[in-house]
Structure formats: structure tokens, C-alpha cells
């Protein structure tokens, strides 16, 4: 059931806490893009972005990935795709995927209109305009273009740009799928009039909330004192004042819906707990590791076999007779971790370059000096220190890590629920219906004074 009473200031501001969050997150995917990228920055778009084969089909490079992580951030702030999360007993892919070559393809097939009157999509009673997003869209592929430091291609461009519009689109819509199921929560079957009564007042409570809660945020991140000032560094950065007001205005609204009909805290039984654990019990294993001490004489350094030989053989006898292994080490060891005394940390079986050093670290009795190991680069002698065996975590150690990922399935599985629900509910017009379940295409694009035209 909806609330049949319009929401109070305190209401308005626990909706509106995600979204606070937005600036944050979109930070952190920042970050992320940035760590994309290779030796601490983007790869020239140059440098082999599409790569043909004898088919055409195209891949890319680390640095649109880094730019579509950005064009995502909006999934962060709660916005789940379809099919976010496996199915149980399937493990979450490691991260953010490339696109695949049709997903470029189509990408760079797509249109966008001139126009910024253009109606690109309707959400109930409310169009969106192609303005209401390139300016948007133009100022993030303007921010990616500039951190390559050489001039992009054209079509990597063009995928760029239609990739952030699709998305920043099909966001929009969801937004605005919620403020409408919002509205018609607030006013059920009631007339028109009423509808726009509700809208009003909510409306009136949510540019309130703006002034005292966003522009005194927006002040401070863009370091300025008014509100002219406000406009004109979001027009800087393609956006406006206006346009942060309204969209305000819809994540409140948005927001409020949620919280009536998204659990908070879905409870999860143990016996779900238990469950996922056994299904996922490779991911709680844990290998063996440990510690050890090592001397080395490299072929390359020594010269000879013969050499190498004579230098492990002397620094292995001084250790054992001197009794400081690390001191050799420092003084004579031919390996990376000399200076330190040829100590290496904790090491996880399986990650060692040398399988013939591996065997010994994890077979040698702690405590006592191997034989001379030889491997493809020289010969070295190890002492372990310490070692852990390999293991499974407890299901105890784990099961409240495993309970808040079960929480947030359930809730972005309400989302997605909820979302397919609303689309029966409001009804949805796209000029890329593909792109957002349950809409109906928009052909041609209209101008905003048009209605749109339902494609039979």
C-alpha cells in the first residue's frame, strides 16, 4: 500500500541519504577507472584501440573499460542492471566486463538526434528531452577524451559518446519510472487534479530539502558562495543548476518509493547461510604459506656453472658454521631480497616462479638448511621459518560476510521485481526500448510538442 499522506521534511531526508552518497561513489568508480588504466595512467587511445581481425570484429583497450566503469557509477548508487547477480552456487564474475564486439557494433550504429527538443523517451506523463542529456553526456566523453594524451580516433569517440547517452538514458528512465510510481501510490485511481495536487506539494517539500541540504553541499564541493556562481561551474561541467534541482527533485521522490516498497533488511535463515557456504566452499579454501630465509647465486652474475656452484657452496658453509644466514645474505646473496637478508614474507603455495624452490618450502622440517637447490636461474639454499598449513575458513568466521551479500540479492532482487512491476504500471516510451524491459519504441523521435507516437 502507498502512503496516502504526503511525506514529511524527516521522511524526505532518510530517502534522499543514498543519493547524498551519489558524489562519493561516483569518486570511488573515478578511482577505479583511473586504476584501469596501465602504469598509473590511460593508455593512448591510439594504441591499438580496435583490433581487426578477418571477420571485423572489434575489441578494446583498458581505457574505454575504465570509461564505461565511469558511465556505470550509476549502478552504484543502487540502480542494479538485470541479472546482476549468479544464480546460487555461481561465483561473481572478478569484476566490470569489456564490451563484447556486438555491443560495439550496435553502439556505434546508434543515432542520436540534433535536436535538443527531441523527445528520446516518455515515462508516463513525463517526456525526456535530448537536451536534458548531452550536455551531461558531452562533458563526461570531453573528461575521458582529455586524459589520453594523444588525440582519440573518431570512432572511439563515437562509441564513447553513444555508450554514456544509452546509459545515461536508460538511468533516467528509471528514475523516473520511480518518481511516477511514487505519484500514483500517493493518489491511487483519484483524478487528475489530484495528482497534480500531490505532485505540487511534494514538489514544494523537495525543493525545501534542496535548499537546506543540497546547495549547501553543491557550495562546498564546487568551492562558491552563490547561487549564480553554482550555475555557472555545473554548465562548466555540462550540467546546470536547474537540471541539479530537478533531478533532485526526482531522486527524492524516487527514493521515498523505494523505502515504501524495498526491504531494508531482508531476513536471511541460517539454513540459506549454510547453503551458500557449501556451494561456494572452493572460494573459502586458503592455500598453505610460510616464511623462509634464502641464499642464492644466479648463473647470469656468477658466470659459470662452475662459479655458481663454488658461491652457494661458500656462502651455504659460512652460514651454517657462522650461524647467521641473513648476514650472508646481505653480504653475499645474489637474489632481489638480499639487502633484507634474503627473508621472504608470507608466501601462498602456488605462487612461487620456482617450482623447485616451491617443493622445498613446503616439504623442508622448519628450522633446518636445505641442500643446494638448483632451478632455471642458479642455485639457491633455504631455511623455513614458518609455515601454515592449508585450510578452510568456518563457516562461523564467514557467515556474516555471507549474510549481507544473501541481504543485498534480496534486495536488488526486489528491485528488479519491482521495477518489471512499475513498467506494467507506467508506461514507457524509448527510441531504445531494448534497453529498458517493458518499454514500447518511440518512432520517429518528436519534438516535445508532439505526443508520442506508440509503434504498432
Known sequence: MGRT???SAADIRLATEP??????LRDHATRRAQRLGSSGRFP??????FAMNQKRRLTT???IVAALVMCCAGDLAGQAPPDSRPARGMARPPGRQ???PEMIEKALSTVIPDDPATVIAVVGQSPILVGDLIPRVDARVKEMVARSPQAPPEHEVRYLRAMFF??????????????????LAQVGTQSAEKREEAEKTLQVKARQMFQDQELPNLYKRLGVHSVSEVDQKLREQGSSFESNRLDFIDQVLAHLYRSDVIPKDPNIPMVDVKNYFEDNIESYRYPAEARWEQLTATFARSGSR??????ITEMGREAYFGGSMQAVARAKSQEPFAARGGVRDWTKQGSLASAEIEQQVFSLPIGLMSEVIEDPTGMHIIRVLERKPAGTKSISDVQDEIRESLKQQKIEEAIRRETSEMTRRVAVWSIFPEDTPGALPLNPPQLARSRPADSK
Open 5 to 7: 499522506d504526503a511525506p
Open 19 to 24: 543519493f547524498e552518497r551519489l558524489e562519493p
Open 44 to 49: 593512448s587511445m591510439t594504441d591499438s584501440v
Open 61 to 63: 583497450t583498458s581505457w
Open 98 to 100: 569489456g564490451p563484447t
Open 166 to 183: 544509452r546509459n545515461t538514458l536508460n538511468q533516467t528512465i528509471q528514475l523516473k519510472v520511480l518518481r511516477e510510481s511514487f505519484l
Open 306 to 311: 662452475a662459479a655458481t656452484t663454488a658461491k
